[in-house]
T-cell receptor, first 114, second 113 residues
């Protein structure tokens, strides 16, 4: 059974700092991995999607990497801003034709202090 | 392009009642998935529909059911509500061109008293 773990559960950093959020999964046979952002009381916003054949994806100040063999992904946020404060969720889709549900981690709650 | 729309956004019910939640996917998306989010369990998969057929089902009791219409809109129903059903119910849609990427709605916040 695929399990996804995100460490730390909460993180507080000063504005301008570069930071890394971690995600690990137990079964390396994944179809893809997706990072989401969730603001309090809101839905999920897709940030980056990495297919199993890819090693990383970038969007603006965000960079996500994937190492299937070690069961790890990292989300790198450069020059953090107070507007980046949110919960970041990692989710994997297991390798069964892609038509399988996402398995989510519990998330990392990020606070960027001005 | 409109995103995933969920209604109602907030609702309060009492134990034993039933509730129906609605989800309209992004135009052109034919797959709709439902997830339950609680502080303790996080996000858990309920079910997925594609072209009016249930394709996957999570580990939830039979009180949780869903359906999809020919226009891809989906509804989920929870009967005989329990206090533990209080949660944020999230709907997500995906397209055939990018089947592995989900786009979520704002969710329906259900409170059971």
């Amino acid at each position: 059974k695929q399990e996804v773990t995100q460490i730390p559960a909460a993180l507080s950093v000063p504005e301008g700092e570069n930071l890394v959020l971690n995600c690990s999964f137990t079964d390396s046979a994944i179809y893809n991995l997706q990072w989401f952002r969730q603001d309090p009381g809101k839905g999920l916003t897709s940030l980056l999607l990495i297919q199993s054949s890819q090693r990383e994806q970038t969007s603006g100040r965000l960079n996500a990497s994937l190492d299937k063999s070690s069961g790890r992904s990292t989300l790198y946020i450069a020059a953090s801003q107070p507007g980046d404060s949110a919960t970041y969720l990692c989710a994997v889709r297991i390798l069964e034709g892609g038509n399988t549900p996402l398995v989510f981690g519990k998330g990392t709650r990020l606070s960027v202090i001005a | 392009k409109a995103g995933v729309t969920q209604t109602p956004r907030y609702l309060i019910k009492t134990r034993g009642q039933q509730v129906t939640l609605s989800c309209s996917p992004i135009s052109g998306h034919r797959s709709v998935s439902w997830y339950q989010q609680t502080p303790g369990q996080g996000l858990q998969f309920l079910f997925e529909y594609f072209s009016e057929t249930q394709r996957n089902k999570g580990n939830f009791p039979g009180r949780f059911s869903g359906r999809q219409f020919s226009n891809s809109r989906s509804e989920m129903n929870v009967s005989t509500l329990e206090l533990g059903d209080s949660a944020l119910y999230l709907c997500a849609s995906s397209s055939l061109r990018a089947p592995g990427e989900l786009f979520f709605g704002e969710g329906s916040r259900l409170t059971v008293l």
